[in-house]
């Protein structure tokens, strides 16, 4: 099977990814290595924290450039988890208090905004399990039953598409939650499908085998 490198910034929970990966048969590198991830077919972005932070941690390890390289150029198919979606977003209104908008990446003609549920019993951050709702279909849920769309969310802040193209699936807590995006060879999960058991084991099973 061909490889595939597991980005490590220090911000995610790449241990539990790489795990998940192997369990579905491909070998898997955690790296920050421009090189390995060159050689890699498949390349998963995880992150886990403060947007700010893994914004500073992938410039300081020159990995915007690589991925820039390697995603848009080159094509090679990526997956975004949770933080790792959220970068690909033009910017992060996180820390507002800090006056200024947090760049990202800029793949996405998004912004990444704090959950505003109008519900009382609906506490922030969304924590655990949550059924998604297709807006489209993408080969990466192609083989999950709509009945088994069930997958483990932690976060405070999700990503609002300009394009509604772009996004695939949707969660409700109390409000559209934006839960999967995808445009080209790049696609991104809010929720964590190395934690979500079997429909997350098999979402990354149709990644690592999707040629866009």
Not at 29 to 48: E, F, K, N, R, Y
Not at 106 to 118: K, P, S
Not at 161 to 177: M, Q
Request: proline share 4%.
């Amino acid at each position: 099977m061909p490889g595939v490198a597991i980005i490590d910034y220090g911000m995610g929970n790449v241990r539990s990814v790489k795990n998940a990966v192997e369990c579905r048969g491909y070998d898997a590198v955690i790296t920050a290595d421009a090189a390995q991830i060159a050689d890699a077919s498949h390349i998963i972005l995880p992150g886990v924290g403060a947007f700010e932070s893994a914004m500073i941690n992938l410039r300081r390890g020159n990995l915007i450039e690589t991925l820039e390289g390697s995603v848009r150029r080159q094509g090679k198919p990526m997956l975004g988890i949770c933080l790792g979606m959220q970068v690909l977003a033009k910017g992060s209104t996180e820390h507002a208090e800090s006056r200024r908008e947090h760049q990202g990446f800029g793949w996405f003609d998004a912004d990444v905004v704090r959950i505003e549920t109008v519900r009382a019993d609906l506490k922030i951050p969304h924590m655990g399990w949550n059924n998604i709702t297709k807006e489209r279909e993408h080969p990466i849920l192609a083989n999950i039953g709509d009945k088994n769309l069930n997958f483990y969310f932690v976060h405070s802040y999700h990503m609002k598409c300009r394009n509604k193209a772009d996004v695939v699936a949707f969660a409700n807590y109390g409000v559209p939650v934006t839960a999967v995006v995808a445009k080209d060879n790049i696609v991104a999960t809010q929720f964590h499908p190395e934690k979500s058991q079997d429909s997350g084991i098999e979402l990354l099973g149709s990644f690592l085998s999707w040629n866009p």
